[in-house]
Structure formats: C-alpha cells, structure tokens
C-alpha cells in the first residue's frame, strides 16, 4: 500500500474519502500535481511598528513610474514603510479597520474604514489626506466599502457625518473620485451628462456587506439579504437588479475575487461559488467548504485574501488560516489546507496583497496586534525565523487485517535534518503506538569527478559523492501494535523544509 | 559480535535496514521498533534451541561450594545450566578428594539411609534436592569445612544490547546470526516455521557454524556436510 499526500483535509468522514485526502491536520501544502507532503512556506517577520500596536491596515500605491510606497496604519499612528525602516504619516484611529482600493487614473489610492469612524484617507505617495468628496454640508465622509467599476469610484455603507446609510452606495462622478453626491438617486431625470454622480440603495433596504467584482459586472452583498448586480452604463439608468436570492455573505470581509471566480461565506460558515454555471443571472452557487464543514461551521465572517502567484485563497479564521488551493477545485478532491503558528499567536488583524519592497513579485503580508509585519510566503528557517512550524496530516482509516507486524518504508528527499513521527491509534486493542523516523540533511558534498586530481579507486568512486539537496532516499519503520484498522497520524515539527514523496506500507 | 550487532545484522540480511537507514544502537529505537522486538527473538530462540542441543565452549566454567558443618543442602551458581561433562562432581583443588553424584539420587538415598537427612561425617555422594532453584545436597551432611570445585556449563543466554553472543569468534557470531536471520524471515513474513529446518539457508548457515566450531578440519568430500 503506498501512500501519497496530493490532496487536503476532508472532515465528511474517517473512512471512506479518497485515499490521498486527510480526514485532519495542518501546515502541509498542497498543489496540482503534487503528492508529497510538504510543510507550508515559513511565516518571515518583516518588521514590527514602532508602537508596536495593532495592525489595522495594509495599503500599497504603485505609480506608474515603478515607484512604490506602503502604508501600514497600526494603534494611532499611520506609517509609511519601506520593508526596513517606517515613516510617520500622522494619525489613525486605533478602532478602524482600513481596506483601500486603488484609483489609477490619479495615481492614487482612497482607504475606507469597515468600522466608519475614520474617514475616507487618501494616499497619493507623498500625503496621505482626507478625500475631499464634494458632497454638500458634509464635513465627515466614511465608507465601508470601496472599489472602481466602470470609471468611477464606488463607496458602500457610507456615513455623513454622524448620518450612517448602510444601504446606500455612492458613485462618484465620472472619472473623477472626488465628487460624490448623496441627494441624487442614480436612474432618476435631473441628470444632464450620465456622468454626474449619483447614489443607489440596496434594493432589499438591508446593509450592504459586500463589494466586488465579477466578470466586471459589480456585485453587492446585503446583510442576511442576497446577492445584486449593477446593470446600466451611466447616472441615469444605472440600477440593481437581483443576481442571486439564494443567499449572501456573512461578516463584514467575507467576500473576495479570486480571478476566474468570486468566493463568499455566508450564514453557517459555508463557503460558496459564484462561478457555478454558465448561465449569468440563473447562478446556482456551490458550496465548496463540504470537505471542511467542521472547521468552518461556527464561523461568523472572516477575511478573505487572493493570492493570485501561488493562486490561494485565505480565509482568516481567528488562530488559523484555512486555504483553498485553487488548482486543486478541479480535481473533484478536498483543496483545503489549515495553517497554524502557535508559536506566533497567530491572530491577524489586517492582510493584504502586495508586492515586496524589492521585487514586482506579489506576496500577501498579514499584521496582527503586536504590529507584526508577516509574509504569508517566507523564505526563513521556521515562522520568525525561529520557531518550529508543526506539520500535521491525520490519514483516513486504513484497513491492517490484523497484520501481526507492520512495517513499511518512508520516502523522502534530502533537505533539512528533523524528524517524522508516525502515531498509530489501533483499532479493537485500542492502543497507541509511534515510530520517529529521522529524516536526513542533504550533504554538502560536491560531487567528484573522473578527472584532476581525482581518479576511479582510492576514495573516490563514481557516486560517492554522498545526498545532494533534493536526492530521493527512503527510511524504514516497524510498528507495535495490531488490529483490524488504525488511524495513523503524520507529525513533523521542524523549523527545516522537508519533502515525503510517499510512505509505502 | 554482541547481542546488537547480532540484531543489526538480522535486520541487514532481511533489507529492513537500507537506503538511509543507520544501523540500530540501541534496543529503545523507536524507529524500528517492532523488527528490534523480533530480530531480539529469533536470536534468543536460535540461541536456546543451539545450546540445548550442543555444547558450545562458552558454556564451560568453574565453580566453588564451600561446605558448612551440619548444612545438607547448597545452592548453585545462578548462572548454572547443568554439570559439564559426563560423571559430574565436585573436587577439592589439590585433587586428594572426589565427590560424585550419587546413583538413584535422593530417591534411592532415602531407601538406603533413613538418617541421610542429619547423619554427619566426610560427605562421598552429592545427589539432586529438588525445590524451586537448582540445588544440591550433600551425603553425609557436612561435619566439617572444605571449599569444593566443580565444572558446570553456565547460562549463556543474552538480554542486555552489550552482551556477547556465546562464540569464539566472528565467523562463528556472524553464521549463527544468519541462522537467526532466517528465523525473524519465517516469522516476519509469517511463514510455517515448521519447514524453517528445510530451509537451504538456514541449514547452510547452521552447518557454516558446526563446521566453523570444530577443532579440527571438517571431512573432506565433494560438497556441503550438513550436520
């Protein structure tokens, strides 16, 4: 019996689900293709605030010349940071929870607050201001939600001054983010252009809790209400019609466009797919998050963020991170993975998708509520560069027959010296046994060669250049214990990489 | 070779340990756990079934029994299986004095001397008193002190990963090692250890360490000479 590790977490049941799945665990990666169990990339620390307080926001411009500039807005104070070094930007409220949107036109980006008591802040690479938003005896302008659809700046759930609207949505004038207008209802006469701003209530009156993209046709979320896209082309006829009545997203951040696809939780923790039929107003969503209903079922709302390079979603729940490995949706098998870092407290207050300071290459960077800058896709030895990160993958019940010995043989490759642990729950005897299987480092050795100074005979023979990185090796191991089944559970806890191609059995 | 090399080698012969496995060091390997518990097994069975049928040098040494004025009974060395040799007895070193066993035993004693339990005087037999250690008692009982030699073939059986496997040398380890070996296949596998005397290999190996254990050139003829 040989087994892989090419697919995710499958909590449906503990026995008959596909032989590749695993019925728990977590910190292992997943990828069309592979079968090897791999821990996930370290969680690298890229710096911490000042005040070392609260992440409440992560923001990037980048301007058409290439330059580039981060925001991080964290307690009090709004930062400007360089991947080394931050820079005071002013005040933030330490109560916000900053989201942004880039408005490409004016090479800048607007940041609202999904909890409306700071205002809308603008950043355009030297200042980070208040948006001035033309809106008549209005001094105070908040906004749930933002994006950019169809030439004009889009605000959700909006407040003037202490008036909160959280079924309205405001389009800013064509082209042009910084007149709004709360007093003229998108569709009605009195327009002269089509492109003058305009406001739209939620067809269903209910808070709007979600704001994006599809197919680029835009999609809003009301609370415990449903899904509406916006049809039209201008002031005067843009309207909601109903896009999906079958349900709509929980929470405040439960919504995410992943490219080809928008996901969404909604009421039971159920992750659903707008992408689910080719008929465009007859969408009958899935729910994807079957394989995981355990993990996800209490679950109120959570952040969600696309990494589009390694093609992950990440829904943030709480001390872990559920992932959806987008490659594996087609498989028919679970693509869930669960991260965790105990050792870091993990508990993320903010993330984001943006590039590294250095490179155009995109990353997502989390901050939590010590003002800790992580990158979701580190390069370092373990979380920190300096905590262990425990892998862990529960394998569905296999069927021994009252083997009187097993035994079988790791496979691996040669990476980082750590250690594998095989626990076995036995079925019938009820008993609990381990194997720890080390698995070796890769050795230093460059390999010689027939040549120089180096001749065949003596110490030196072709393939004795030891285990480069990488070289598949295998390590055996005998269990005690029998039964008629076992649970048998895969730990490694290592702050070194290490890759098991398969255990045969 | 000790007890884990004997181990290491079994578990060798039979692949479990290969490719990047290292040898065991020690009996508490998790790793390999389970093979260690049989491999120990089929040495200490092999190891059992070899000395109970043959005598091997290892077995040989000597021991004392220090007579006491009116004690009839004396216990053995804790190490000891039997007496060597045929005619057992105890001597005393300078060779002036035997004492064999007395023929019949405690059985046959008890019919011919009815005091033979306290009558004291210059003990001539010694004879088996059967109770739950190995001992022997003395005819007549001991009215005076003498220190006693005697040869007797000692336990020879391992438990610690240290302890030396009972042959003279290398070879002869490594032959009864592959012996073993062949016994942890049949039970590994869970073959009909019935038919394990049938196997070539075991055979071979065990006829490899008769062979290697005589004292004089094995016969010469054309092929193998199992024993």
Known sequence: MRLTFGAGINELNDIAIDPTEAIAG???????????????????????????????GIHQLIERNGTKSTIIMAGTSAYKWDGASFTSLGTANANSEYHSFDWD?????????????????EWDGTTLSNLTHGITGVTSFYAKYGIVSNGRAVLANVKTDTTTNPHMIVFSAFENRQSFDTSARGGSGGFSTGDEAFYLLSPDMKPINGLTLFKNILICSTEDGQLFKLVGNDATNYQWVDFYSGSAAIGVNSMVNAGNDVYYMRQGGVIESL????????VGTDDISLPVRDTVKDSTGTRIVYDQTNRKIFFFLGSEVLVLFKDLLSTGKSPFSIYKADDLTLNPSAAAYIEYQTSTDKTVMWGDVQGRIFDMNGTGKGDAGQYAIETKRKLALQDVNYKSLIKGRVFYRRKGTCELSIDYEWGDERSLSGNVVPLKASSSDTGSYFGGGVYFGGNFYFGGAGASDGTPVSQGFSAVGKGTSVFVTLTVNTSEDFAIDYIEV | MDYLGAVNRILINN????????????????????????????????????????????EKTTGTLTTVVGQRTYSLPTDFVRFFGDSPYLYLPDETYRVYEYQGGENRLRQQDYT?????????????DSTITKKIALYNVPDAVYTYSFEYERDVS????TDILPFHTESEAQAFADMASRRFKFMVEELNVSTLEQDADYTFNRSTLMNLMRYREPNKRYGKRYL
């Open chain 2, 116 to 128: 033979y339990l306290t009558t004291e005087g210059r003990e001539s037999y010694w004879y088996w």
């Open chain 1, 105 to 121: 036109l004016d090479q800048t980006i607007l940041i609202t607050d999904r909890n409306q008591v700071d205002v809308i802040r």
């Open chain 2, 15 to 58: 692949f479990i340990l290969k490719g990047d496995d290292d040898l065991v060091n020690t009996f508490n390997d998790n790793q390999h756990e389970a093979t260690i518990r049989v491999a120990q097994n089929a040495i200490t069975t092999e190891l059992n079934n070899f000395v109970s049928a043959f005598h091997v040098d290892y």
């Open chain 2, 158 to 161: 391992v438990s610690n990963s």
């Open chain 1, 275 to 282: 992408k689910s039929t080719d008929t465009f107003g007859d």
């Open chain 1, 26 to 56: 977590y910190n292992f990666e997943l990828g069309l293709g592979n079968n090897k169990l791999k821990p996930r990339s370290p969680f690298d620390l890229l710096g911490t605030t000042p005040n070392a307080s609260q992440i409440t």
